[in-house]
């Protein structure tokens, strides 16, 4: 861990499987607000929808707008007591400008599950992991993350590997629209390091970790969601 990490003012990190009709992580955000922040006014929640986007055959904005469709029709701002959400994307250069912006300003940051691999690049190529790191641990934001945004807040990108089942993971390293100076399959270790485990979103197992080649991945089950 970085020296980041003594810095930290009593962060809050709220990890989830799903999002979606989850009356319990909806409980805990509400919870935490309250108890975070004095005031609610002029509260704005920065919603990165990278993950959501991935790579599919359709125009940016087209992608960009079904992930704000996505997020409108589920009511996600309920979870956040019905705070303004600022659509944040950084994997495009002309978005990173507001999406800079949006991450400095803001003291609340959502971020969807989808493309995990997709996130994690686009995040470590254009440097916004570290000033979302720089964010939760020094200036005391809130960050929330769905399943993928739930594996790159964790210790390694290993579990999006489990996930993706190996094999798949290696053909995902060679598609051409990675580049390897921020994506190589010997280097497994760009997530953003704001908890200390190994997060397995959508976990089915009755233990809270379980091991994977020498390597213990916490269970993250369906609505019970981490928080630290």
Do not use: W
Request: charge should be positive; hydrophobic fraction near 30%.
């Amino acid at each position: 861990m970085t020296n980041l990490t003594r810095k930290i003012k009593n962060p809050s990190i709220i990890l989830a499987s799903k999002c979606r009709e989850n009356k319990i992580l909806s409980r805990t955000i509400k919870q935490t607000i309250k108890k975070k922040f004095k005031s609610q006014d002029n509260l704005k929640v920065s919603v990165i929808v990278t993950a959501k986007m991935g790579y599919r055959n359709k125009p940016r904005s087209i992608l960009f707008n079904d992930a704000v469709k996505f997020c409108e029709k589920n009511k996600f701002s309920k979870h956040f007591n019905n705070l303004a959400f600022e659509y944040i994307d950084c994997s495009s250069r002309e978005n990173l400008k507001k999406f800079k912006a949006s991450i400095k300003k803001n003291k609340i940051i959502l971020v969807l599950g989808g493309d995990t691999f997709y996130l994690q690049y686009h995040l470590h190529k254009s440097k916004m992991d570290k000033l979302i790191k720089k964010r939760v641990y020094k200036d005391n934001v809130l960050y929330v993350g769905c399943c993928a945004g739930s594996i790159v807040a964790g210790k390694t990108m290993y579990p999006a590997h489990y996930t993706r089942q190996n094999e798949k993971s290696k053909k995902y390293y060679k598609r051409n629209f990675y580049k390897k100076k921020y994506f190589s399959i010997d280097d497994n270790n760009n997530s953003l390091k704001l908890v200390s485990k190994n997060i397995y979103p959508h976990c089915t197992k009755n233990k809270k970790t379980f091991r994977v080649k020498n390597k213990t991945f916490h269970c993250l089950k369906e609505y019970t969601p981490f928080t630290k």
